[in-house]
């Protein structure tokens, strides 16, 4: 019986099932069916893998050829399917022997001429492939993918030609022999972005610091020129690099994205800082297609939002809920996917619509119309806002002295974080109450302090469990076993909005 099945992988957000190719031959008038819910992209590979095969010097049956893309109900897109239906068709017809074509998946878009061609998202199909033990056959140009898992058993494939030489055991195709020895030498792309360059600014470098030893949130506030962009790029350097489960799954989402990481920043932790006049799309993602958006691409990084009170309101609220979760669900009539996006948020504004409230040409009642962009459930999700002022006369021409330098930093947050870790196995920014109660160090005296400030400054409860996450950072960076009321003062010193809209009110 003139029949086939060819196993590739789909592409579904970052996940990869498994879709089988049944290729069947027919008697009756030439013709060239294909079914399996394909998109439109997907229906024009019958003619580009009918192109493939005569220009590659194979024949293409003068049969009724049915192709099957199982299971029926997943919607497939992208040229992918190309290399399978070939690789079908010439199983079925007898072209090429069949003997293990139950333990090789293929992946690959054809030329008319028979080449192979990259493709996007290929990354979570080679972990499936691993997985499962099986052997990938894919483009060539994508091997830089396979560096990063390190599958030993992954083939790479220029012209569809090579293959069929290959399934015929008349050659060899290029494959992935070695582990990747390059992590541990990777060099890291924000060498140069050093604290030591910022002048002043040393309560915005310590605040920098305790968000880079506990995952927090932090705003900025400032008027033009006072550094706070210039800040907020320098803080991927004091954090960690990725660990090789972490990198793999932030390669895993830049990939579906389409979006390449080269191997040399495999370990760094992505800084994404998207344009205010972003759509609400770009930034959680979505689509007719669910793509990964902007927070997704900043997991396990830095979301930067400069001039964050120029983003739309409805734009920013839509960040709420993964800030809690650490996951973005897009929902469609055909799937739901779901994408991380653990994701620590870097913010930057002015404090008033012409720059600053000192001398400033707004009034107090259009500051309090700017200010009010930003809701107040979103500003509960920061847990230090912080003034990043004017510098003094002279600080711009006066002999530097010496200031602390990004990896002297850089050692104590990791201290901080592995103290952190190895205390209950998450940072502190993702205390749930109940660890909070647990391992705050606390005493009911200063719970009582803290909880007073909090009814009197008029801030949530989220507020409140949020100041005990910062106070207890500030202590680890310290090496305190106990959170000390000073640690909880210092705390409650970074609430700069708090400040400014309590003055704005009193006016």
């Known amino acids: 019986?003139?029949?086939?099945?060819?196993?590739?992988?789909?592409?579904?957000?970052?996940?990869?099932?498994?879709?089988?190719?049944?290729?069947?031959?027919?008697?009756?008038?030439?013709?060239?069916?294909?079914?399996?819910?394909?998109?439109?992209?997907?229906?024009?590979?019958?003619?580009?893998?009918?192109?493939?095969?005569?220009?590659?010097?194979?024949?293409v049956p003068q049969r009724r050829i049915t192709v099957n893309l199982a299971p029926a109900d997943l919607?497939?897109?992208?040229?992918?399917?190309?290399?399978?239906?070939?690789?079908?068709?010439l199983a079925a017809s007898g072209q090429i022997p069949t003997k293990h074509l139950a333990q090789y998946e293929f992946i690959g878009e054809l030329a008319l001429s028979g080449q192979v061609r990259p493709c996007s998202g290929i990354l979570p199909a080679i972990i499936a492939a691993k997985n499962q033990y099986h052997h990938l056959f894919m483009p060539l140009d994508n091997r830089y993918e396979a560096d990063l898992v390190g599958y030993e058993q992954c083939y790479f494939v220029a012209h569809l030609q090579h293959l069929a030489a290959f399934m015929h055991g008349q050659s060899q195709l290029p494959k992935l022999d070695n582990l990747p020895q390059w992590i541990d030498d990777a060099p890291t792309d924000e060498s140069y972005?050093?604290?030591?360059?910022?002048?002043?600014?040393?309560?915005?470098?310590?605040?920098?610091?305790i968000a880079a030893a506990g995952g927090h949130n932090m705003l900025m506030l400032g008027p033009p020129g006072t550094g706070k962009s210039m800040l907020a790029n320098r803080i991927i350097p004091l954090m960690p690099k990725l660990s090789y489960e972490e990198a793999i799954e932030v390669a895993a989402i830049h990939s579906v994205a389409a979006l390449p990481i080269k191997p040399a920043n495999f370990l760094n932790r992505p800084f994404r800082a998207p344009h205010h006049t972003c759509s609400s799309i770009s930034l959680?993602?979505?689509?007719?297609?669910?793509?990964?958006?902007?927070?997704?691409?900043?997991?396990?990084?830095?979301?930067?939002?400069?001039?964050?009170?120029?983003?739309?309101?409805?734009?920013?609220?839509c960040l709420r809920e993964p800030m809690e979760s650490g996951e973005v669900i897009i929902s469609r009539?055909?799937?739901?996917?779901?994408?991380?996006?653990?994701?620590?948020?870097?913010?930057a504004m002015n404090p008033s619509p012409c720059g600053d409230t000192e001398h400033a040409r707004a009034t107090p009642d259009q500051i309090q119309r700017y200010l009010s962009r930003l809701s107040g459930p979103f500003l509960d999700r920061f847990d230090l806002t912080i003034d990043v002022p004017k510098l003094p006369a002279g600080s711009l021409t006066q002999p530097q002295t010496h200031s602390e330098t990004s990896a002297s930093i850089a050692e104590r947050v990791k201290q901080a974080r592995q103290t952190q870790l190895g205390r209950c196995g998450i940072l502190n920014s993702e205390l749930s109450p109940k660890l909070l109660n647990q391992h705050s160090g606390i005493?009911?005296?200063?719970?009582?302090?803290?909880?007073?400030?909090?009814?009197?400054?008029?801030?949530?409860?989220?507020?409140?469990?949020?100041?005990?996450?910062?106070?207890?950072?500030?202590a680890d960076l310290q090496g305190s076993q106990h959170t000390e009321?000073?640690?909880?003062?210092?705390?409650?010193?970074?609430?700069?909005?708090?400040?400014?809209?309590?003055?704005?009110?009193?006016?």
């Open 193 to 209: 972005l050093c604290m030591s360059e910022v002048i002043g600014q040393h309560q915005a470098k310590h605040a920098l610091e």
């Open 75 to 89: 919607p497939k897109q992208g040229g992918r399917y190309d290399l399978p239906i070939a690789i079908g068709i």
């Open 333 to 347: 009539a055909a799937a739901k996917l779901t994408f991380s996006s653990r994701f620590q948020l870097i913010a």
């Open 485 to 507: 009321r000073s640690h909880i003062a210092q705390a409650l010193g970074y609430r700069a909005m708090d400040r400014l809209l309590a003055s704005l009110s009193r006016q």
């Open 284 to 317: 959680v993602g979505g689509g007719a297609h669910p793509k990964p958006g902007e927070i997704s691409l900043a997991h396990r990084g830095i979301l930067f939002l400069d001039e964050i009170a120029e983003f739309p309101r409805k734009v920013l609220d």
């Open 1 to 59: 019986m003139a029949i086939a099945c060819v196993n590739t992988r789909a592409s579904c957000g970052v996940d990869a099932p498994i879709v089988t190719v049944e290729v069947h031959l027919s008697n009756g008038l030439p013709a060239f069916n294909l079914v399996g819910l394909p998109e439109t992209s997907v229906k024009e590979a019958k003619e580009r893998v009918r192109s493939a095969l005569i220009n590659a010097g194979f024949e």
């Open 443 to 474: 005493s009911p005296q200063d719970l009582a302090f803290l909880e007073q400030s909090v009814v009197k400054l008029g801030l949530s409860v989220r507020s409140f469990h949020r100041i005990q996450r910062v106070a207890r950072t500030i």
